[in-house]
């Protein structure tokens, strides 16, 4: 009896060593389960994971248990962070322990890394870190954030708020993206999500955030048809932008969305989001989401005053000071 169970206690193993083969039907079920939750098509994400470790790049763990892979971790290493890029189990073992089990070995290999000084992770399906502690607890902060989301079937009713004598409104293109670094790095100095994502605390890092969310899939495949930037009248200055991705033919979803500190309270925010949704919609689109810190009150009532409810409940988990 004792070996037997032994035989089936899950074990980590060390991606490096894991054949793509033995991750293809774990890939399927995270796609599956990334549709039922989050509406939200993690195909293209799966498939960029199956490159990254046929080419050996993927650093993180496995988790083996009855002779198959039932769970993975990775994480990202660049000094003086670390990012949890993903964790996902079977739903069969899909519990507590088995979660703090590879998340523990992806935070103690960051934390063990040397130039490695902060750890983040915004995983949105992980659930131990809501139902008891954490590893590395006493390094850990704690964001609630939320991921909403709106049908687009009446945005035509949205009021359009009459802004245009301050600001120009125009279509986004990549020459922006300079301008667009600077006015994130200004709009997020003081704000509780440069807490948790301290790309936006510097036009450097804001770089960075741009390239991700413009080439990679972790936040959709970005669609520009559904972006918009604003411009202060009076000085030619960038002082808004929202972005957009598509997570499913059908399913748009705002990547960020910023108003410089001097425009703030004057209705362009909303005027930007309005102007994506209605995007969105015209391209096909019946669905748009975005996430936000729960914190963050006043975005968060004006997103549901613009019809936007609570989709999933996740946290922005961010070790310092080890």
Not at 12 to 35: F, K, Q, S, T, Y
Not at 64 to 73: D, I, L, T
Not at 260 to 284: C, D, H, K, T
Request: with cysteine.
């Amino acid at each position: 009896m004792a070996a037997a169970v032994e035989a089936s206690t899950p074990r980590l193993r060390d991606l490096a060593g894991v054949r793509i083969e033995e991750m293809h039907a774990l890939l399927e079920d995270e796609v599956a389960a990334w549709e039922q939750a989050l509406d939200w098509d993690f195909r293209p994400s799966a498939e960029l994971t199956k490159r990254f470790l046929e080419s050996g790049a993927l650093t993180g763990y496995a988790l083996e248990a009855e002779g198959q892979v039932v769970g993975y971790s990775y994480y990202v290493a660049e000094d003086p962070k670390s990012l949890i890029g993903d964790l996902f189990l079977t739903h069969q073992h899909k519990t507590a322990e088995n979660e703090r089990l590879l998340l523990g070995a992806a935070v103690g290999a960051s934390m063990r890394t040397r130039a490695v000084k902060r750890i983040e992770a915004q995983v949105m399906l992980l659930e131990c870190a809501r139902q008891g502690p954490v590893p590395g607890e006493r390094y850990l902060t704690s964001f609630p954030r939320l991921l909403m989301r709106a049908h687009l079937g009446r945005v035509r009713e949205l009021r359009v708020r009459p802004v245009e004598d301050k600001v120009l409104f125009d279509r986004w293109t990549e020459r922006r993206q300079e301008e667009a670094a600077h006015l994130i790095a200004a709009a997020y100095r003081g704000h509780v999500d440069s807490l948790v994502n301290d790309q936006y605390r510097t036009p450097a890092g804001a770089r960075r955030f741009l390239h991700n969310i413009l080439q990679y899939p972790g936040c959709g495949t970005f669609f520009p048809p559904a972006c918009w930037v604003a411009v202060e009248r009076k000085t030619a200055r960038l002082c808004g932008v929202s972005l957009a991705s598509r997570v499913r033919t059908e399913v748009g979803h705002v990547t960020q969305i910023c108003v410089s500190p001097a425009m703030r309270g004057q209705g362009v925010g909303y005027e930007l989001l309005r102007r994506s949704m209605e995007s969105l919609a015209l391209a096909g689109a019946t669905r748009v989401s975005l996430s936000v810190t729960a914190a963050n009150e006043k975005a968060v009532r004006m997103y549901e005053r613009m019809g936007f409810g609570t989709l999933r409940e996740f946290l922005g988990l961010v070790w310092e000071g080890f």
